[in-house]
């Protein structure tokens, strides 16, 4: 599986960008997907999860502000982001769960994409 993300940039203050992540190979294979941040100096952390029964979970500080869903006919991850802050620049990351095998779970990350949001 390869993961690439698009749709970042920047955008000011309470603006909106929607992030995606196309993926490809054996995406059948897929268990659960993810959008992860890392913001300068600080470490990576989770942002939104979506599961292949469709349950979904988010960080607290983005819990109203951003969605996360999956369109599997066309293989991509998408992260909807309203009313964005200074807070959410940072690098996002699109994270996969694979399992190409009952013994075998991989982690597949794409390359990240970077947002700015200005004040």
């Known amino acids: 599986v390869q993961l690439v993300e698009s749709g970042g940039g920047m955008v000011q203050s309470g603006g909106s960008l929607r992030l995606s992540c196309a993926a490809s190979?054996?995406?059948?294979?897929?268990?659960?997907m993810a959008w992860y941040r890392q913001a300068p100096g600080k470490d990576r952390e989770l942002v939104a999860t979506?599961?292949?029964?469709?349950?979904?979970h988010y960080e607290d500080s983005v819990k109203g502000r951003f969605t996360i869903s999956r369109d599997r006919a066309q293989n991509t991850l998408y992260l909807q982001m309203n009313s964005l802050k200074p807070e959410d620049t940072a690098t996002y990351y699109c994270?996969?769960?694979?399992?190409?095998?009952?013994?075998?779970?991989?982690?597949?990350w794409g390359q990240g994409i970077l947002v700015l949001v200005s004040s």
């Open positions: 979506i599961t292949s029964d469709g349950s979904l």
């Open positions: 994270r996969a769960l694979v399992r190409p095998s009952i013994e075998a779970l991989l982690e597949v």
């Open positions: 190979g054996s995406t059948d294979d897929i268990e659960k």
